[in-house]
Structure formats: C-alpha cells, structure tokens
C-alpha cells in the first residue's frame, strides 16, 4: 500500500487512475512512473467510476489544467450518471482493459490539448517584425489597409499586431493575410 501510495503526486496535479483490483491498480502506477511515459497521479481508487470520482478529477479544471482532468479507467465500468456528469463538467474518461491502449489514448489526448493551447495562443504571442512600406505598392488606405512591405527584421505571421512605434505606438490592428507572387503564404521573413 505505501508503494502506491507514493505513486501520487503530492503537488495535487495529475490525472485520476481508476482499476478493478489492487493488483491491477500497482502495475497501472508502476507503468504510470517509468522513464518512458511519466504521468503525473494525482488520485486513486479501487472500483467502478461513480460521480464522486468524477467531482475529484474535475479539480484539475479548476486548477486550469485540462490536460490532467482526465480519468484513467482500467478494466472497471463506468456507471451511466459519471459518464453524463463527466461531459457536462469537461472531464474525460479513458477506460480501457490493456495498459497500454489507455496510454495511447492519454497520448492522443495530449496532443489535442497542446494544439488547443497553441491555437489559444496564437494572439498572445507575439513575434516582433520590423516592416518597411513600399510607397509604390498602398491599395487602400482605410479598413481594410492593403499594402505592400518588405520585412526588415524578424518574422511577420498573420495575426501579428501592426503599430508605428515612431508616431506614439499607433495601433494599426493585426495581419490579416499575407500574399507573395499573388499565394497565400502563413509567415514572411526578410
């Protein structure tokens, strides 16, 4: 039992780890732990997945990490109430009766989280870019602006924010669209 027990994660962050026996539960955590998959248990349990353990993996939610809300479920039911309760709440339930069919799906899981984060992103992070107009090249000069530029420095991506730091920072608003020899392109480089 302590061995298990110090399979938890004692920073609270983690995902739930659910199987129908002991035995089964210790070689779920001893894969969990090892070098190549290390994923974090916040909680454990013995048993079929009722509401009770739901509420316990939404905490990660609250936590602002939906990564780790998330119910890894081992050869154990899953009743009808904690399936509606989990969809309701955003938490996810994996069950699975072979290890590593759950580890492929936590996997996969992480992945659509990391693309998720980085397409929240996207208009957080900036990179910085000096541009240069080409007086010749100006097709509209009000909403929206059309131009023509030559990148300077850094990398222009769409949605890139656009001011004239030399006039008090106006704000200009964000790149739409790029275009190079009349094809869209995602970034531009000097």
């Known amino acids: ?23 089964s539960l210790e070689a779920l955590l001893t894969f969990l732990k090892t070098d190549a998959v290390k994923i974090p ?73 990391k ?3 980085q397409e929240a992103a996207k208009f957080e992070a900036v990179f910085p870019c000096r541009l240069k107009i080409i007086p010749t090249c100006i097709f509209n000069k009000k909403d929206p602006i059309v131009l023509g530029v030559e990148v300077v420095e850094g990398i222009a991506k769409i949605g890139t924010p656009l001011c004239i730091p030399s006039q008090g920072k106006i704000d200009l608003g964000r790149i739409g669209s790029m275009e190079k020899e009349h094809k869209a392109v995602e970034t531009a480089k000097p």
């Not at 316990?56 to 936590?63: P, T």
């Not at 309760?85 to 996810?92: D, F, I, Q, T, Y």
């Open 1 to 23: 039992m302590e061995n298990i027990f110090d399979s938890v994660d004692k920073t609270g962050e983690g995902v739930y780890v659910q199987a129908s026996t002991l035995g």
């Open 41 to 113: 248990v916040s909680a454990i349990n013995i048993g079929p997945v009722h509401k009770r353990d739901i509420m316990r993996a939404g905490v990660m939610l609250e936590k602002k990490m939906k990564k780790y809300a998330v119910i890894l479920a081992f050869d154990v039911p899953v009743s009808r109430e904690a399936t509606e309760l989990a969809e309701e709440m955003g938490v996810k339930i994996m069950t699975a009766d072979i290890i590593y069919h759950l580890f492929d799906q936590f996997t996969e899981y992480l992945k659509v989280c």
């Open 115 to 117: 693309q998720q984060e």
